[in-house]
DNA sequence: TTTCCAAAATATGTCGGAGTAATGGATCAC
DNA sequence: GTGATCCATTACTCCGACATATTTTGGAAA
């Protein structure tokens, strides 16, 4: 009498190997290790009606079933339902009133850069607009957060670049490894800018490429090597050119806003025009 | 014990042991207070915790009391905090595992750019640096946005950020009407932008900037007009021009900035080097 | 003594049910 | 037609029990 229907719930193991895609390598602390919790019940009930909310499957204004209802529907308990429905509201996806029920939120209301509510919008097909839209914001802010960089580097964050454009360059893109690197590297940039709001910003959005980053993996065409691209940013960086490092990333932002879009009009050919 | 600490939201009145002297007076309703849809009582328990752990009582690392023993010390059922709690954990400000307990995670996983957390963040004495980081953030963002809006906006945004700008001018910024039209007219911008993820980030940002407005109105200092500004953007995005938009935009931001920072030099002299 | 595995201890996770409170809509009076 | 009142529906809160996961420990084996 479990919760067959929520499916990659059920299976432990699948949770496991889920949970255990951590970088290789690692040698900090295990308690800093990015050591997944092992997906719960309630986490898996907020994954499926958070990828059904945003893809479109529950649209704003529709009223969720009652709580029992709906419990019974998953097969799960209503404190379970209930945990997840809390954290969705938290998210700004849904509201939840006695009598009227829970309904599904105008998408302006929607939390779009919270990490989570990234990843189910990414679970599906993504949005074309909704992919461009986050270039843009893209190509505003992280030229910005470069400029900043460069005037406020220290010694340890362009150590830190440095490292992570070596494992780039060692691995490529199609490795795990070298994404990883890639990530540090924007990583360590955004630290370099010693700005909490543009961190977590930034880390959004990095989240939110990386989706991406799977659809060209899945299309045929081969990214061009960014190699270059993030060299010469941290070049620019390391010179202290503010100027320099803004349209160095500009650039490199642009070249990925093109891979992303060649890549799923491959992936889709229908839909491009 | 002590039902009072979550403040108006309390219910059962069996649960006082000894010396309930009931307060006369005290028989205002959790709507008064709040409107909208009343703050539920594990919607307090968020607050009282999100606080507390934006204000620094709770360090990152701590370990949260047991469920049973937090609910019993907060008089609350342990459901109650348990859905406060994995909303906390959808913010990212903790994580609960089996045995191992619920810990503050460091400040980086926070979602610093979620409303609440930021409404949190600025109910208590609000971090200088944290407010630092914010506008320069608007500053970044803002200017491009204003520039984008001056490419894409349409009549009727056109339309409602003039409707906006009457009122500011009708009503001043110290009122609630004229705060409400400020928030309007960069609402309208925003939206004429055509891009969500601008919108929402910018809407965040918005919610914080009013917070700061808090500050400035009990400060004795008297901010400038802000008028003309808004104008002059209101007038670059009229006409088309992008970048006489992002620099009038550039600089109402930087003037807003100075404001606040010296709002906040009165109102904590001490900070203010 | 050191290493490793297994069982216990403990805190979170899940469950089902009962009762309370609040709200939207129907009903009724004016 | 307009307003206030009543009521059914729904979420909200509480409770107590059991399940599950993970750390800790203690003991067996090397």
Redesign the pocket.
Known sequence: ???AVLGPVQG?TEQVTVAMVTRVGETKRPQDAVKG??R???GAIEHKLGVAILSGEYAPGDK?S???AFAEEL??????Y??A?QVLAAKGLVE???????RVLPRHRWNLLDPDVLAWAFAGEPDRKFVADLFELRSIVEPAAARIAAQRADKQSLKEMKTALAAMRRHTLATEEGRAADRDFHKALLQATANDALQVLAASMGAAVNWTTHFKQRSRALPRNPLPDHERVYQAIAAGDGDGAAEAMRILVQLALEDTQDAMDATDPEAAR
């Not at 097969?75 to 379970?80: C, D, E, M, Y």
């Not at 939840?96 to 829970?102: D, I, N």
């Open positions: 009498m479990l919760a432990k919790p092992g719960r019940l309630h969720l009652g709580e029992v097969n799960v308990s209503r404190s379970a209930r945990e429905i939840s009133r006695p009598k009227a029920g829970t």
